[in-house]
């Protein structure tokens, strides 16, 4: 035996924490390696010990008091080294979790998407909000200054938001700017070294908790084509003329929370544009593809989680007329539905983060996926519910939140039917 599959053996003795209640994801069928598998069953430990714990707790209060404490241990987990692989794993994968894609350099740990998809989708399950909020950080906020952000602004930024240290956000939407990002009003007015930031942004993910935020404004207001007057920013909540607003009473993602951005006369200093002057809409649309590919990942978390609450908990020990009601014929359709639109999903969704890995960037295929795996996580919540009769109707019962969190992703981050636009787009595009 070699040593590698030596240590990979070891390891699982310190993993053995797979509860009943959950229902194992076969990754010999979905196709990720051997260090995946061990990274999927790491997240799965550390997820279910630290969140799925509290989930009901973050959703009934609408609030993770523990959420920065979480962050850090995200960015550093040192303790869970007990083995050589595991170090490596620790090394390669988790020092900084939240940081997963960014270059070392930067306190990242060069990871793949993919690597960034198993760890987001373990999470969700878990907890849907928190994952929610580390999707935010890491792809909205984290991925875009990696992506777009000069050297200097990399090393200020990056280290912290890799460390858990500060937590990051994206303020792109407006009250009267949702699916039509373009039409925003936030006015940034050069003055001397400085931009002079005025208006709002709403509906923002960890608005009211975020130290560092990238934020979508208009340089040019009077643009030929209004897309090409917006600009990119990085705003550190310190900054003179920024606050936020009272967090928002969600119906699900309770504990990932929501505010408005209040920019009144706030200073920008203009070493804090990210990429050009009125070349935002470049920054904006490039992050759009992975931004779905990673809704569809939290998607999936959820999707996994109704298979956990109805599979096990519920349908094979639960008797009526002296019968499991997994053995009922309609509910037997009902799980098998499930279980193969997840092994489906899962399938798109790495087939997808794979080809992106590989700088195979199928915009139609980003909006396919996010668009599939979102309906069908709120179908499959929608037969957990009913799966688990009338126990699935109250208000903390866990397929109960997993309906409520499930619907965001058909919304947020793009609708179903902007999705469906991109798709028919690029199947016209192909033909033109
Ligand atoms: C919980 C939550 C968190 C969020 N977090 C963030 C965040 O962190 N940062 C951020 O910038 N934004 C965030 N958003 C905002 C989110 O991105 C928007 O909700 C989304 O873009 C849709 O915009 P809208 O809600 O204004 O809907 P609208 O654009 O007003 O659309 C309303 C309806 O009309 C349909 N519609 C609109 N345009 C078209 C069209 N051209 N063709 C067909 N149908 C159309 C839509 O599909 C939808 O059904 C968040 C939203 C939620 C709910």
């Not at 170090?87 to 020092?95: A, G, R, T």
């Not at 007015?189 to 990238?214: E, M, Q």
């Not at 030929?224 to 009272?246: A, L, V």
């Not at 126990?391 to 619907?407: E, I």
Request: hydrophobic fraction near 35%; glycine fraction near 8%.
């Amino acid at each position: 035996m070699n040593l590698r599959i030596a240590l990979l053996n070891n390891i699982h003795k310190f993993n053995s924490t797979r509860l009943l209640s959950h229902y194992p994801v076969d990754d010999i069928i979905s196709g990720i390696t051997n260090e995946q598998i061990q990274l999927r069953k790491t997240i799965f430990d550390l997820a279910q010990k630290e969140l799925a714990s509290q989930a009901h707790k973050i959703d009934n209060e609408n609030r993770f008091d523990g959420m920065r404490k979480f962050w850090r241990k995200l960015g550093n987990i040192g303790a869970l080294g007990e083995c050589i692989y595991f170090k490596l794993i620790i090394l390669k994968h988790i020092v900084s979790t939240v940081g997963i894609i960014v270059n070392p350099k930067y306190g990242g740990t060069g990871g793949r998407y993919l690597d960034l998809v198993i760890f987001s989708e373990e999470l969700s399950r878990a907890s849907a909000s928190v994952g929610m909020s580390y999707s935010a950080h890491t792809i909205l906020c984290v991925n875009q200054i990696h992506r777009h952000g000069s050297d200097e602004q990399k090393q200020k930024y990056l280290p912290k938001l890799c460390s858990g240290e500060h937590v990051g956000a994206l303020g792109m939407s407006e009250q009267g700017s949702g699916s039509d990002v373009i039409s925003m009003k936030l006015r940034a007015d050069k003055d001397g070294d400085h931009y002079i930031l005025n208006g709002t942004k709403f509906w923002i993910t960890n608005g009211p908790d975020a130290n560092v935020l990238v934020v979508y404004a208009k340089t040019n207001p009077n643009a030929k084509k209004p897309q090409h007057g917006i600009s990119t920013f990085i705003i550190e909540k310190t900054f003179e003329g920024f606050s936020t607003g009272p967090k928002l009473d969600k119906l699900g993602m309770r504990g990932s929370n929501t505010s408005e951005l209040i920019f009144d006369n706030c200073r920008v200093p203009k070493e804090n544009l990210l990429g050009e002057e009125n070349k935002g809409v470049y920054v904006l649309m490039s992050g759009l593809d992975v931004e779905r590919i990673i809704i569809a990942t939290a998607s999936l978390g959820i999707m996994q989680a109704c298979c956990d609450v109805a599979f096990n908990n519920y349908a094979h020990q639960r008797k009526q007329i002296n019968t499991k009601n997994a053995e009922f014929q309609m509910i037997e359709s009902k799980l098998s539905n499930m279980y193969v639109t997840t092994a489906l999903c899962r399938t798109y969704l790495y087939n997808v983060c794979r080809a992106y890995d590989r700088n195979h960037i199928a915009a139609k295929d980003c909006a396919g996926v996010a668009l599939y795996v979102s309906e069908k996580t709120t179908q499959i919540a929608l037969d957990a519910v009913e799966i688990v009769g009338k126990n699935g109707y109250l208000n903390d019962s866990v397929a109960g939140r997993l309906l409520r969190d499930a619907k965001l992703y058909e919304i947020g981050g793009g609708t179903s039917e902007v999705r469906k636009l991109v798709i028919a787009r690029g199947l016209t595009k192909e033909y033109s």
